[in-house]
């Protein structure tokens, strides 16, 4: 924070001092994230909370998201109304909002992003991948950054698989593998390759079926083969064909 420069002139003296200026006020900025896989949509809130008596007009909220995802056009609000686009500055990447004069109290600032890519998930490990997108909030004064930057991010997990015990007389687990596709996404030559554990093995039969379900679909069973609602083994590894 620079000075204040000021000079005092006595008869021929001139003296030149500089004034600390003040530091600037303690305002709270905190940072939030919500995908939707619905509308595959990510809702970032941004509150912006001043001192008492603080005003936020002339202020500049920048928010930088990453290059996974872009900006959903007519999406950003300010208190729960709209701001028009034309009000604000985009670069890339990133979206600039002014407070208004006046703006006072605290204010809370939605906009939304939309996932252009899920290419963290390749589905080799459905324990530990996921699709991370992130954000970061600073509040700007003229050349000064006031707060922030503040980072939020959202992990997306399209696969999820769970386990239960079946049968304990026999020894049988049944295994659930869950794959979440967004809204608007569609997959073409889905196979998903699970391997099964040490001592294990794929159990296929009247009491205990392999099936999928697509969607509110009734359940269809796996049988064996390589074309699309069957499944393969190669050592330890089971390929069931989706397909479309």
């Known amino acids: 924070?620079?000075?204040?420069?000021?000079?005092?002139?006595?008869?021929?003296?001139?003296?030149?001092?500089?004034?600390?200026?003040?530091?600037?006020?303690?305002?709270?900025l905190t940072k939030a994230g919500i995908y939707d896989a619905n509308t595959n949509t990510i809702t970032w809130t941004v509150n912006v909370t001043p001192p008492n008596?603080?005003?936020?007009?002339?202020?500049?909220?920048?928010?930088?998201?990453?290059?996974?995802?872009?900006?959903?056009?007519?999406?950003?609000?300010?208190?729960?109304?709209?701001?028009?686009?034309?009000?604000?500055?985009?670069?890339?990447?990133?979206v600039v909002y002014t407070f208004p004069d006046p703006t006072n109290g605290n204010q809370i600032i939605t906009y939304k992003t939309s996932p252009t890519t899920f290419g963290a998930e390749t589905g080799a490990n459905s324990s530990t991948e996921r699709s991370n997108?992130?954000?970061?909030?600073s509040l700007l004064r003229g050349s000064d950054t006031i707060k922030g930057p503040v980072e939020a991010s959202v992990a997306v997990d399209w696969l999820n698989k769970t386990g239960t015990v079946a049968s304990a007389i026999d020894y049988i687990m049944k295994w659930t593998?869950?794959?979440?596709?967004?809204?608007?996404?569609?997959?073409?030559?889905?196979?998903?390759?699970?391997?099964?554990?040490?001592?294990?093995?794929?159990?296929?039969?009247v009491s205990y079926p392999a099936q999928y379900t697509i969607g509110a679909n009734a359940p269809q069973n796996f049988t064996a083969g390589s074309?699309?609602?069957?499944?393969?083994?190669s050592g330890s590894e089971v390929t069931f064909e989706l397909g479309d």
């Open 1 to 28: 924070q620079e000075g204040l420069e000021s000079t005092f002139s006595l008869g021929t003296q001139t003296t030149t001092f500089v004034r600390e200026l003040p530091p600037p006020p303690e305002i709270a």
């Open 53 to 94: 008596g603080v005003p936020l007009s002339g202020y500049r909220l920048s928010d930088n998201y990453s290059s996974n995802q872009a900006y959903v056009v007519s999406s950003f609000q300010v208190n729960g109304t709209g701001v028009p686009d034309s009000n604000l500055d985009f670069a890339s990447n990133s």
């Open 133 to 137: 997108f992130t954000n970061a909030a």
């Open 177 to 205: 593998i869950n794959v979440s596709v967004p809204a608007g996404a569609t997959l073409t030559g889905v196979s998903i390759t699970d391997t099964l554990s040490s001592g294990h093995e794929l159990i296929n039969s």
């Open 227 to 233: 074309s699309v609602g069957q499944y393969s083994i």
